[in-house]
């Protein structure tokens, strides 16, 4: 990973639908060279995939949710369990596993309240499920998508 890579990768993280030849301009080589860095990023796995950032309100989404859950049982079994079982909610757009006074925060949207309550239904039926705290977003202040690079 040189300079001229984590240039590849800054643009893309800004415009992933870059063309080549406009890549290669914007960090200096020609579009072969920039095609064979960008092929070796991909394959070498720091470029995971791409897609579209949706705006949303336009999709529909009124509301988001961070949610605490905690777990009453952590063997392993049970946290496969949860895990397969929250992988299923398209209400999560993320999941971590964290620290401290719960188990997971989870980042969940809705179109209102109603929707909400339809998902915390859904994570009520996981059997390993203790308890819920729940956090409105009011506002979404930081809206960076770019990663900082520490390599």
Do not use: W
Request: hydrophobic share 40%.
């Amino acid at each position: 990973m040189d300079k001229i890579d984590q240039h590849i990768l800054k643009h893309l993280q800004k415009e992933a639908r870059i063309s080549i030849a406009d890549l290669a301009d914007k960090v200096g080589l020609s579009a072969s060279p920039c095609a064979r860095r960008l092929k070796r990023l991909e394959d070498e796995g720091f470029i995971k995939d791409y897609q579209a950032n949706l705006n949303k309100e336009k999709v529909g989404i009124n509301m988001t949710f961070f949610v605490e859950v905690s777990l009453d049982r952590h063997q392993e079994k049970a946290i496969e369990e949860f895990e397969i079982a929250l992988l299923k909610i398209e209400e999560v757009i993320n999941a971590h596993i964290v620290s401290g006074a719960f188990d997971y925060l989870l980042e969940v949207v809705s179109p209102n309240l109603q929707g909400y309550e339809t998902f915390t239904t859904k994570l009520h039926k996981i059997s390993s499920v203790k308890d819920i705290h729940t956090h409105l977003s009011v506002r979404q202040l930081n809206t960076q998508r770019e990663l900082p690079m520490y390599i």
